[in-house]
């Protein structure tokens, strides 16, 4: 008998010396961590109380040759385990699923963890992750280093993730020559906003639709939407194929695209935005609105609920790459619960992984390995 974790954590490189006093498995205590975390644990004492619990549960797949590690063991080997090969792994997983429904659209965002402290641009934990929209899974997450920017982490998630066929979607703040092109070098197809922090960019966008105004926006493609939700918000976009005029060095860009958004409440117009984007695809203007309205499910999907079903922002851990490590288990464990068949919120998910062993065997046996 085995699941599907067993394979994933096979060949993570255990950051612990060989000695004599090494008397758990790292797989038994990546496992146990994982499970916990799905089932409703978010710290080292309540991982440690889950694995005593259900220490029965888990001996038809796990060795325990000492028994369930204790709270400073998990905390121990988290905070000394490689982040990027542990995310790595969980990614590999993940993809695999994305394979077999047909990989389209990743979403490239970072996020903070409030209470956890560190010297990054934020002033605390922040991870850059790659987010699967249409399969809602996770699969790559890169912490930024001490001293260092979610721009120049990006790029090294990029290089772990296999691009070829997808649509990448990034926000302005990813608005980069070298970000584009390695993306298209990758294989993939790149969709970003334009914003201030690309002056001479936005500028030159900006010339473009004044020039395709001035003909009445002859041969561009366009399209609108209507969404109805608190309050109920039209949107219209234009697309201007094989554009003129941009900077040099912004990897084979296909079209521009504006799109105006009007917030209507009782009735009347409340607030209008307007925000260019740069595309190396060339396809209608529905289509590429939609890429664009999806690029929030990272919000929406990942992001809000891991704060509130997993409330990440409270989270202290800091002891070297224990917060980023727990952080990408959270980001596994919401994947695999949101893809449950099941009804109720996360957080009743997770509850219920707690209650019922059947249950959590199958969140874990959700993804299998080709």
Request: with cysteine; proline share 4%.
């Amino acid at each position: 008998m085995s699941i599907p974790l067993l394979a994933v954590f096979a060949d993570v490189p255990d950051p612990r010396r060989e000695t004599k006093n090494k008397l758990h498995e790292l797989v038994d205590i990546l496992t146990l961590a994982t499970c916990a975390v799905i089932a409703g644990a978010d710290g080292w004492d309540q991982v440690a109380a889950f694995g005593r619990a259900k220490q029965t549960l888990f001996a038809p797949y796990l060795r325990l040759p000492h028994g369930v590690p204790s709270p400073d063991t998990f905390e121990r080997v988290f905070a000394k385990l490689d982040p990027d090969a542990f995310a790595d792994r969980f990614g590999r997983w993940m993809a695999a699923a994305c394979e077999s429904t047909g990989l389209v659209h990743v979403a490239i965002d970072g996020k903070s963890a409030r209470r956890s402290t560190k010297n990054t641009f934020t002033g605390c934990l922040h991870l850059v992750e790659a987010w699967a929209v249409e399969n809602r899974l996770i699969l790559g997450q890169r912490s930024v280093p001490e001293g260092g920017h979610e721009i120049t982490t990006a790029p090294d998630l990029l290089g772990a993730l296999d691009l070829t066929g997808a649509v990448v979607t990034v926000d302005a703040a990813f608005c980069q020559k070298e970000l584009v092109s390695q993306i298209r070098t990758q294989g993939g197809h790149y969709v970003v906003c334009v914003k201030g922090n690309q002056k001479g960019l936005r500028g030159a966008v900006a010339e473009v639709f004044a020039r395709a105004g001035e003909d009445a926006f002859a041969g561009c493609a366009m399209g609108s939407a209507v969404e109805d939700g608190q309050h109920e918000e039209e949107r219209y976009v234009t697309v201007v194929e094989d554009p003129e005029g941009l900077p040099s060095g912004w990897a084979d860009v296909g079209a521009v695209a504006l799109v105006c958004r009007e917030r209507v409440v009782n009735g009347k117009p409340n607030e209008s935005t307007a925000h260019y984007y740069l595309t190396s695809l060339r396809i209608g203007a529905v289509e590429l609105a939609g890429y664009i309205r999806n690029h929030w499910g990272i919000e929406n999907g990942l992001h809000w609920c891991l704060d509130i079903a997993f409330r990440e922002d409270d989270s202290r851990a800091r002891a070297g790459h224990a917060g980023a490590n727990l952080g990408m288990i959270r980001r596994v464990a919401l994947s695999l619960l949101q893809r449950a068949d099941t009804k109720g919120s996360i957080r009743t998910r997770r509850m219920k992984a707690a209650w019922d062993d059947q249950y959590l065997l199958k969140v874990l046996k959700i993804l299998t390995t080709k």
